[in-house]
């Protein structure tokens, strides 16, 4: 199993609403990813778990609550969004250090309305 | 701080033609490692290509060739005989690792490429 499943592929919730992304792996990477990507614009990361640990949280709002359950699942939690949080969210996994590749997902479409 | 530089927008190319991606990186480290990365419009990020900092050789998979110019910090992609479902946007990228906390990857800006019949 060379992939990594995200769910759901698109998601549409009010400013109100909690919903949760789920991402999932089973390669035995060791690093998984969070990456928030606007329209015509590069991915950004938002948060590292490295052994299941946050090791990087790139100064994100507290409305977005990443959890890394075991060492193939990663979830991140939505409360309380705004309008311009409305992104394709891609998650990520890799071997902890070294060269080696990382594998995306195929992303979740986030609309806030 | 590292940064990952593209400067072509946008870009042409007949197909079967061969096209060159430009990126140029900045950094201090003497260890990094530099991706390319397609992603068609449904989203997915797909890997393509990696050249290590201390590869002495360019890098190839396929058709997608790298062109490592380390003194020049230029890792150009280079797509031999192009098709039709290589219209796309390409990321040139870098591992940086972050404070020893893990390892993360920095994006440019990228390059949609279309290609023409």
């Known amino acids: 199993d060379t992939e990594v499943t995200q769910t759901p592929k698109h998601l549409v919730m009010g400013m109100t609403n909690k919903k949760s992304l789920k991402c999932e792996q089973h390669?035995?990477?060791?690093?998984m990813y969070w990456y928030k990507q606007k329209a015509k614009k590069p991915p950004e990361l938002m948060f590292v778990y490295s052994y299941e640990k946050l090791s990087i949280n790139e100064s994100v709002p507290s409305r977005f609550s990443p959890e890394c359950p075991n060492s193939s699942l990663l979830n991140l939690h939505l409360h309380a969004l705004q309008p311009e949080d409305s992104a394709l969210y891609l998650c990520?996994?890799?071997?902890?250090?070294?060269?080696?590749?990382?594998?995306f997902g195929s992303g979740t479409r986030l609309t806030v309305v | 701080a590292q940064k990952i530089t593209q400067t072509q927008p946008g870009m042409f190319v007949q197909e079967k033609e061969a096209v060159t991606l430009d990126c140029t990186y900045d950094t201090s480290d003497p260890s990094y490692g530099l991706f390319w990365y397609k992603q068609p419009s449904s989203g997915e990020m797909i890997f393509l290509i990696y050249?290590?900092?201390?590869?002495?050789q360019n890098a190839t998979e396929g058709r997608y060739s790298l062109n490592f110019q380390k003194a020049r910090k230029s890792a150009n992609l280079v797509i031999s005989a192009s098709q039709l479902g290589d219209s796309a946007m390409y990321f040139c990228a870098m591992r940086d690792f972050y404070n020893n906390a893990g390892n993360m990857l920095t994006f440019g800006g990228g390059t949609r490429l279309m290609v023409k019949p």
């Open positions: 390669m035995g990477h060791r690093a």
């Open positions: 990520a996994s890799s071997q902890d250090w070294g060269n080696y590749g990382y594998t």
């Open positions: 050249q290590g900092s201390y590869d002495q």
